[in-house]
């Protein structure tokens, strides 16, 4: 019999039959008191039966950190399996520079570094402002729209076709493609593997005419541009370019737009929290990290063990999996006080674990968090507390953790003249 995960109490399972890498707990919103326990009773845990086998939960944000800087025993390599739970099918393996280990890692990023170093981040700044002005600008005050929609994707999706260099009109694919990437058959997306493999040669088709105009063209800022013309990345199969791709879009995408939506939706889960803000908007660079904390858009990253390795009182075999819950860690008390809340003056915001920890901490850490300062600064700039009018619908994952919408409305006497 199928086991109905929503109709589980968590304190009452056997610690043994705890499996929380269900989709539908995520997209429930529900995940919650099985992490707690597991933080309490067995934050080192085993479960046997997972949805894509057996695997390793670690819970604690210090038992997390250890393990990502281990990572000679516990490996990102996509040979063992790569970064997420789901194993990369054999017959459609996606190499790319986030599921590799050192050396080719460490060339392959330093390949598109120069996209976060302090030149393109002046350019870019100039750019994001101007375009989340015309968004903002362009809302509708007094009725209810899909904040997620109108403002996350629009604003991510701008900047992803920006980083790329990407046809302007055609920027949407950017979105479906991340979509696609990253869904779990059944979830609304796809269908079934077939189907996301005729969607991601498609993607690969189209970037493969991209990369052969700037291969033979002079080097230029886009993150093609810079891999066409880069000895780690020039010679790349097919494949590894398609799974690169595949990175930067999901890298670009989900997380900075989940981080909007969510920004947005724990202020009005916490009011207070966001009168201190509209009171004191110089708030805005403390809030943003506390924001990417609150929200840990992907909510987990995956290792496999390469030996047999005890840790913390527990054998962990060779070829073991082992998920590193970032959505626990996050909220682990020992480590980050009143861990639950949104506290936008918090003290230390940068200590979470939202961008991963070790050498393939967040490539992207500074770009997102330009994007949701001036985001923030351009929405107080205009708009006095914007109001969720609906619980959003959530995204069936366990690894993107966001939102499929988020309704909400501007009420006339919140717009600010400026
Ligand atoms: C709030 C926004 C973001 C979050 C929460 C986030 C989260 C993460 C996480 C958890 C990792 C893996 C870390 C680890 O394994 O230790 C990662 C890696 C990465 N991210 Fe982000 N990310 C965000 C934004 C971005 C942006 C805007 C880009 C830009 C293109 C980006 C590009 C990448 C890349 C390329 C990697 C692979 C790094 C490596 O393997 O060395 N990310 N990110």
Known sequence: MDRNYLAEDPYSLALGDIDPAQPILFQHDTMWPYFERLRREAPVHYSKAGMFGAYWSITKYRHIMKIEANHEVFSSDVKYGGITLRDQPLDFVLPMFIAMDPPRHDAQRAAVEGIVGAPSLAQLEILIRTRAQAVLDNLPIGETFDWAKKVSIELTTQLLATLLDFP??????????????????????????????????????????????????????????????????????????????????????D?????????????????????????????????????????????????????????????????????????????????????????????????????????HRCLGERLADMQLRICWEEILQRFGRIEVVEEPQRVFSTFVKGYVNLNVQIPANAVRRH
């Open 168 to 253: 302007w009109e055609d920027r949407r694919k950017l979105t479906r493609w991340s979509d696609v990437a990253t869904a779990v058959p059944g979830g609304g997306i796809i269908n079934n593997e077939d189907e996301r493999r005729v969607e991601l040669l498609e993607c690969l088709g189209y970037f493969t005419q991209l990369w052969n105009e700037r291969v033979n063209a002079p080097p230029r800022g886009d993150l093609i541009s810079m891999m066409a013309h880069s000895d780690a990345t020039r010679h790349q199969s097919p494949m590894e370019y398609l799974g690169n791709i595949l990175l930067l879009i999901v890298g670009g995408n």
């Open 255 to 359: 997380t900075t737009r989940n981080s909007i939506t969510g920004g947005l939706y724990a202020l009005n889960k916490f009011p207070d929290e966001y009168s201190k803000l509209l009171a004191d908007p110089s708030l805005i660079p403390n809030m943003v990290p506390e924001i990417i904390r609150w929200q840990t858009p992907l909510a987990h990253m995956r290792r496999t063990a390469t030996r047999d390795f005890e840790f913390e009182g527990k054998k962990i075999r060779a070829g073991d999996r082992v998920v590193l819950w970032y959505v626990s860690g996050n909220r682990d008390e020992e480590f980050i006080p009143q861990a639950h809340r949104l506290i936008v003056d918090r003290d230390k915001p940068r200590r979470h674990l939202s961008f991963g920890f070790g050498l």
